[in-house]
């Protein structure tokens, strides 16, 4: 079956150090998987996505995540947190096999970067 | 994204009343979806619709209905609304072309809707 997992609830860093929100996934076929961020009373926005090619994928406000797919997993990085960055943070793989017309999410991180 | 809008944005409602609430996208994907979220489950599929003549069941229909009045409008009704349909609802579109399956969602804001 398809599935997405968040093993942290929350994620705590002080600002200024590197960030990791961890993800993995269970899919058939190859995975399309994306990372969402939502601030309060908002919806998600695009943060970036893996659908083939390198394994490090850029995205917007300087993150980046790592595609393993030995490990089945896609987590989240940046550098360097800001405090602008404490959102609520989702995790998302589409299958490219089977139900691909559907996004599994994960349960989602709420990360705490503190001044 | 402000081209994709919800409405209303809160609700409150009553225990059997019935609740439709609606989206409205500008941005010309012909793929449409509801979702709800509740603290600690993420977002769960409830419907969603590729084009006009095509609407699907999510993982957690039942209770729901959609109709899908154009391109760019997906509404989601609750026939009969109880308390554990208290929650948020997101609306999102993606589009077919170009990236087709690959291709990332736009979310509206969110409605949070409560029954009494």
């Known amino acids: 079956a398809q599935s997405v997992a968040q093993p942290e609830d929350q994620v705590n860093v002080a600002e200024g150090n590197p960030l990791t929100v961890k993800c993995t996934y269970s899919v058939s076929g190859n995975p399309y998987l994306f990372w969402y961020v939502q601030y309060p009373n908002r919806g998600l926005q695009f943060l970036l996505k893996?659908?083939?090619?390198?394994?490090l994928v850029k995205g917007s406000y300087g993150f980046e995540a790592e595609f393993n797919k030995s490990q089945t997993s896609f987590h989240l990085k940046k550098p360097s947190a800001l405090v602008s960055d404490s959102a609520l943070y989702f995790c998302a793989v589409r299958d490219s096999l089977y139900n691909f017309n559907k996004f599994y999410f994960g349960s989602g991180t709420k990360l705490n970067v503190k001044p | 994204d402000a081209d994709v809008t919800q409405t209303p944005r809160n609700r409150i409602t009553k225990t059997g009343k019935r609740i439709m609430l609606e989206c409205s996208q500008t941005?010309?994907?012909?793929?449409m979806y509801w979702y709800r979220q509740d603290p600690g489950l993420g977002l769960r599929l409830i419907y969603y619709?590729?084009?006009?003549?095509?609407?699907n069941k999510g993982e957690i229909s039942d209770g729901y209905s959609v109709s899908r009045q154009a391109q760019a409008k997906f509404s989601l009704s609750l026939e009969s609304a109880i308390p554990n349909q208290t929650a948020l609802y997101f609306c999102?579109?993606?589009?077919?072309?170009?990236?087709?399956?690959?291709?990332?969602?736009?979310f509206g804001p969110g409605t949070r809707l409560t029954v009494l």
């Open positions: 893996y659908i083939t090619g390198d394994n």
């Open positions: 619709s590729f084009d006009v003549k095509d609407i």
């Open positions: 941005k010309g994907h012909d793929r």
């Open positions: 999102a579109t993606s589009d077919l072309a170009a990236g087709g399956d690959a291709n990332e969602q736009f």
